[in-house]
């Protein structure tokens, strides 16, 4: 049941590509809170998605785009302002992909083509799409932007690779750029580090199990759902949280903070008496 936490919201909502995903989930939850929103993804991922149906139970129009291509960004916002009858409220960057992972190719053995491309996908498009926005007036006062990141841009994850590069530089957009857009057009900028999900693009980081339980058993609150974070994504677009930007903020159910749980260490000594016993 929907509060109308973004009731006469208009927004756009890049990246959902099926019904694992977290934008997915947002897209739903900002349906159900009363917004009105355009979806967008790349040509491929609309033929190899689901997106269609998203469309269809939200009443939403795709509008495909190259998320790295400044002219198909300036196309999603110009024909989303006219779908949904003015400028926008909230935008969602849900967008990022690694080569260098899907083809399990070590950090220190980076294909340096496939490193630009991660940069480009998982990054700069953020970058670009902000400046489409500021440049177009597409968003209006006190809108909210979001990005969704992972605590690997601040620790190192075995397996997470040139990922967290981006994502490092993805919050270091976040913070850039809200500074410029909330001095002049009020327009708060935020970033989300999401406990790690099983997504369709999150199951193919090498040990994704292993991270899930460990993550799970280290977080006194446990892993943060996809469907949680939709919730809290919510609040961060709607008017309660209009004095928040320029933040990258944990929603991990605590991971970010500890060091380690008893159950972390309950695991790890198991592990440490089957050994002796080998």
């Given at each position: 049941m929907g509060h109308n936490l973004l009731?006469?919201?208009?927004?756009?909502?890049?990246?959902?590509?099926?019904?694992?995903?977290?934008?997915?989930?947002?897209?739903?939850?900002?349906?159900?809170?009363?917004?009105?929103?355009?979806?967008?993804?790349?040509?491929?991922?609309?033929?190899?998605?689901?997106?269609?149906?998203?469309?269809?139970?939200?009443?939403?129009?795709?509008?495909?785009?190259?998320?790295?291509?400044?002219?198909?960004?300036?196309?999603?916002?110009?024909?989303?302002?006219?779908?949904?009858?003015?400028?926008?409220?909230?935008?969602?960057?849900?967008?990022?992909?690694?080569?260098?992972?899907?083809?399990?190719?070590?950090?220190d053995d980076l294909d340096y083509d496939y490193f630009q491309k991660t940069i480009d996908i998982s990054a700069l498009s953020f970058h670009k799409m902000l400046q489409v926005a500021k440049k177009l007036n597409a968003i209006n006062e006190w809108g909210s932007v979001l990005a969704l990141s992972y605590i690997a841009a601040q620790r190192t994850l075995v397996g997470y690779n040139d990922m967290a590069d981006a994502k490092s530089l993805l919050e270091s957009i976040a913070r850039s750029f809200g500074y410029i857009y909330g001095r002049e057009k009020r327009i708060r900028i935020n970033t989300i580090s999401q406990s790690p999900t099983r997504t369709t693009a999150g199951s193919g980081i090498k040990g994704i199990d292993g991270l899930l339980d460990f993550t799970d058993r280290m977080s006194p609150l446990g892993n943060a759902t996809a469907d949680e974070c939709a919730d809290f994504s919510i609040v961060l677009f709607s008017d309660l949280s209009r004095k928040v930007t320029m933040q990258n903020i944990y929603h991990d159910g605590g991971f970010s903070s500890m060091a380690m749980s008893l159950r972390a260490m309950t695991q790890y000594n198991k592990c440490l008496d089957e050994d002796e016993i080998k």
């Open positions: 009731q006469g919201k208009k927004g756009i909502i890049f990246g959902a590509l099926d019904e694992k995903s977290i934008a997915w989930k947002i897209a739903e939850r900002a349906h159900d809170e009363g917004a009105v929103f355009t979806l967008s993804n790349t040509p491929v991922a609309l033929r190899f998605g689901e997106i269609q149906l998203l469309a269809d139970k939200c009443q939403s129009e795709i509008i495909p785009a190259d998320a790295t291509v400044v002219s198909d960004l300036e196309n999603v916002f110009s024909k989303s302002m006219t779908i949904l009858g003015g400028k926008i409220d909230f935008v969602l960057h849900s967008i990022g992909m690694s080569l260098n992972v899907r083809k399990h190719r070590e950090y």
